[in-house]
């Protein structure tokens, strides 16, 4: 295949990881844009190389929960009117797919994924000098009452006997000794000891991106609503012109339906926002804790200890209503003194998500030389070098390692 130019749009997590793979394979790839590598929904998660997380999330079905969430009580879910309107077909078959017998099916073709997603990011981080910015002491699941803690522990056990995820059941004591800055005694938690915790996340996208760059690739910044066939290529202005290739991916995350729209296609994707803030907490946590019963998560960070929200169902473009993170953060303040907040409005971003739970992974169906990798929901940070590498199997023409069937465009139509 020599040198053959290639287009990335997207410089998250997977549009780099992308990137990454398609060079490895012989391509000449132009990395483009808006921002620079890992500044979008890359930057503002949990941090986590979720090994655990075999699972897609699925629509909660439970009647009390969804009348707490239609009455704006907790912390786990805000939501606009407007973005409900405007995703209801998608949350509508979102809801549907989320049947037990529906998410068992999902949970077979995402837990493939999933099961490679540590062994993925090694090398990279290897070869990204990126060692000092992960940490590979797992990732807990805090509970508030013995009932939730014991929900948690048996599916726990599940999954590990069917699927080999492994962790450790800690009580409120062992708990409290292993997370000394923790303000009261919980019933107790599940460490989950595959996952890898990552300081900066942005960090270490931008890690992956120069070395992208020290092996040959280029980064530019463009706008990808200006991609347009040129004859038998395509194209895309930068600020170093107009910038074309035969082939083009779209790793746009977020964005990816408001550009795929205007080529024809009518998805059923849908947008989960969410919020993080920083503390000066006086004495951190040492792992990352998920409050298993409220939906939010602290995680230590290099910018300070990470309060991140869960979802809030709105408008990519509808203006920020952090109301979840305020109850958030006084849940969490229940758990850890976290001091003063870093200076700054809280970062808010938005998780591109699916209505079967499953990313959109292949070539477009009507467009020869146009290819999506778009929609891994809350783990697109976790699966980027996943998703890098079966999309540039894909491109090359070569058999995909994991059967890559379940995620095509294809099957939307």
Request: glycine share 12%.
């Amino acid at each position: 295949m020599g040198s053959t130019p290639i287009l990335v749009l997207g410089a998250g997590m997977v549009g780099t990881c992308t990137a990454l793979h398609l060079q490895q394979r012989g391509f000449d790839v132009t990395l483009v844009d808006r921002r620079p590598p890992g500044q979008e929904t890359s930057f503002g998660n949990a941090g986590l190389i979720q090994g655990e997380s075999v699972e897609p999330y699925a629509f909660p079905r439970d009647a009390g929960f969804l009348l707490n969430v239609a009455l704006g009580r907790g912390a786990e879910v805000h939501w606009h009117l407007r973005g409900l309107w405007q995703m209801a077909g998608p949350l509508l078959r979102y809801f549907r797919n989320s049947h037990p017998q529906a998410h068992a099916l999902a949970t077979q073709h995402y837990s493939r994924l999933i099961a490679h997603a540590i062994a993925e990011h090694a090398p990279l981080i290897a070869a990204a000098g990126a060692e000092d910015l992960v940490v590979r002491e797992g990732f807990r699941f805090g509970f508030r009452t013995a009932r939730a803690f014991d929900e948690g522990v048996r599916r726990a056990q599940a999954l590990a006997a069917r699927y080999g995820v492994r962790h450790r059941v800690e009580d409120g004591a062992a708990l409290a000794q292993a997370e000394p800055a923790l303000r009261q005694t919980l019933a107790g938690a599940v460490h989950w000891l595959d996952p890898w915790a990552v300081r900066n996340p942005g960090a270490l996208v931008q890690r992956y991106a120069a070395l992208f760059v020290a092996r040959g690739g280029r980064v530019l910044t463009g706008d990808a609503t200006t991609l347009q066939r040129a004859g038998a290529a395509w194209s895309v202005q930068t600020d170093a012109g107009r910038v074309e290739a035969a082939q083009a991916v779209l790793a746009l995350g977020p964005w990816a339906d408001g550009l795929i729209r205007t080529l024809g296609y009518r998805f059923p994707l849908f947008l989960k926002r969410g919020y993080h803030q920083h503390y000066r907490a006086p004495v951190t946590l040492r792992q990352p804790l998920l409050d298993a019963e409220r939906g939010y998560v602290l995680a230590p960070m290099e910018q300070g200890l990470r309060l991140t929200t869960g979802a809030e169902f709105a408008p990519i473009d509808a203006p920020a209503t952090p109301v979840q993170l305020a109850k958030a953060e006084a849940l969490a303040r229940e758990w850890v003194d976290l001091g003063e907040p870093v200076a700054g409005p809280p970062w808010l971003g938005a998780r591109p998500c699916t209505a079967d739970m499953l990313p959109v992974m292949g070539p477009a169906p009507r467009h020869p030389g146009l290819w999506f990798n778009f929609g891994h929901s809350h783990q697109g940070f976790t699966l980027g070098p996943v998703a890098g590498r079966m999309v540039a199997e894909m491109v090359a023409g070569e058999r995909t390692w994991i059967d890559g069937a379940a995620y095509l465009p294809s099957r939307f139509g």
